[in-house]
């Protein structure tokens, strides 16, 4: 009755011209940053049917950014719904007094560290190796965390290979390994990561939304994040639940330092405010609605 296509590749440019074809009500998930929203379909299809979405397709934007790409294509705002990623609020959620419990679970780290953390696949445009620069520029009771799956196989393993050694070799120039844990794996409980920390950061590029930020901002703890306005800007607070400053190490050190100093009261707050706009719960009820508009 509905066909709903996530991402761009063959198979989602082929369904999208099905649909189109077949008069079938479309909603197509923008999910990665890019400046062009259509999709690559076959030249013999768009010159048939017509380049990108027809008027009536429901699409579904991560962020403002991605909103204003559809815009600049001369898209309707009417078929335009910017939403998050949605958050598990069974999972991420406010404890009172969570550090010391999840420290000893996750960490080596003491209680009295200051502790950072970043929950991301070994990618260079994670910054994972900005993170450790960040960390030269604090006290040495900052510690960091760095964990997220590291490719083995695939197209790209060697370049993220390269990557992670070169993370590990400037973590050694720095003479920070005790300084650094690094876990080049997928995490399976990153809410008793970011419970366990007291900052988390988010020094991404070319991000379309980011979902860990607004993880890490339910569980009650601030993020230091770069200075993606389009995809952070609804999100992040300044000097509320977090803030956002360019990729200067120096600059974010400061900001690191500001961020443990919001209070617990402010970011129990936080945390209620972005569950109550983002939880899965929310985002779902949304979704009944729109799918059933477009059915």
Same mark, same amino acid.
């Given at each position: 009755?509905?066909?709903?296509?996530?991402?761009?590749?063959? %198979?989602?440019?082929?369904?999208?011209?099905?649909?189109?074809?077949?008069?079938?009500?479309?909603?197509?998930?923008?999910?990665?940053?890019?400046?062009?929203?259509?999709?690559?379909?076959?030249?013999?299809?768009?010159?048939? @049917?017509?380049?990108?979405?027809?008027?009536?397709?429901?699409?579904?934007? %991560?962020?403002?950014?991605?909103?204003?790409?559809?815009?600049?294509?001369?898209? #309707?705002?009417?078929?335009?719904?910017?939403?998050?990623?949605? =958050? #598990?609020?069974?999972?991420?959620?406010?404890?009172?007094?969570?550090?010391?419990?999840?420290?000893? *679970?996750?960490?080596?780290?003491?209680?009295?560290?200051?502790?950072?953390?970043?929950?991301?696949?070994? =990618?260079?445009?994670?910054?994972?190796?900005?993170?450790?620069?960040?960390?030269?520029? @604090?006290?040495?009771?900052?510690?960091?965390?760095?964990?997220?799956? @590291? +490719?083995?196989?695939?197209?790209?393993?060697?370049?993220?290979?390269?990557?992670?050694?070169?993370? *590990?070799?400037? =973590?050694?120039?720095?003479?920070? +390994?005790?300084?650094?844990?690094?876990?080049?794996?997928?995490?399976?409980?990153?809410?008793?990561?970011?419970?366990?920390?007291?900052?988390?950061?988010?020094?991404?590029?070319? #991000? /379309?939304?980011?979902?860990?930020?607004? +993880?890490? =901002?339910?569980?009650?703890?601030?993020?230091?994040?770069?200075?993606?306005?389009?995809?952070?800007?609804?999100?992040?607070?300044?000097?509320? &639940?977090?803030?956002?400053? &360019?990729?200067?190490?120096?600059?974010?050190?400061?900001?690191?330092?500001?961020?443990?100093?919001?209070? #617990? /009261?402010?970011?129990?707050? /936080?945390? /209620?405010?972005?569950?109550?706009?983002?939880?899965?719960?929310?985002?779902?009820?949304?979704?009944?609605?729109?799918?059933?508009? @477009?059915?």
């Amino acid at each position: 009755d509905v066909m709903h296509v996530f991402g761009k590749s063959a %198979l989602t440019s082929a369904a999208v011209s099905f649909a189109k074809a077949t008069r079938k009500p479309l909603m197509v998930e923008l999910v990665n940053a890019a400046d062009d929203p259509n999709q690559a379909e076959p030249r013999l299809f768009s010159s048939l @049917l017509g380049v990108g979405y027809r008027k009536d397709t429901q699409i579904v934007c %991560l962020s403002e950014g991605l909103k204003k790409a559809c815009l600049n294509h001369n898209y #309707e705002p009417r078929q335009l719904w910017v939403r998050p990623n949605p =958050i #598990e609020g069974s999972k991420f959620y406010y404890e009172k007094g969570r550090r010391e419990k999840y420290r000893q *679970r996750v960490s080596q780290f003491g209680f009295s560290d200051k502790i950072l953390c970043y929950v991301a696949k070994f =990618i260079p445009r994670k910054k994972q190796d900005f993170a450790v620069q960040v960390l030269r520029y @604090l006290p040495t009771e900052y510690k960091l965390i760095l964990a997220g799956p @590291l +490719e083995k196989t695939g197209p790209f393993a060697n370049r993220d290979r390269e990557y992670f050694d070169s993370i *590990r070799s400037s =973590i050694r120039e720095h003479k920070l +390994e005790k300084r650094i844990t690094l876990i080049p794996e997928f995490v399976q409980n990153p809410e008793e990561y970011m419970k366990a920390s007291d900052v988390f950061l988010m020094p991404a590029i070319g #991000e /379309a939304f980011g979902t860990p930020f607004a +993880e890490s =901002i339910a569980c009650g703890v601030p993020v230091v994040a770069n200075s993606l306005h389009d995809v952070y800007g609804g999100w992040i607070n300044e000097g509320k &639940n977090g803030y956002m400053c &360019n990729l200067d190490a120096e600059i974010w050190a400061n900001k690191v330092i500001d961020a443990i100093k919001i209070s #617990e /009261a402010q970011m129990e707050s /936080a945390s /209620a405010k972005i569950l109550e706009r983002a939880s899965a719960d929310v985002v779902d009820r949304a979704y009944y609605e729109r799918l059933i508009t @477009l059915s």
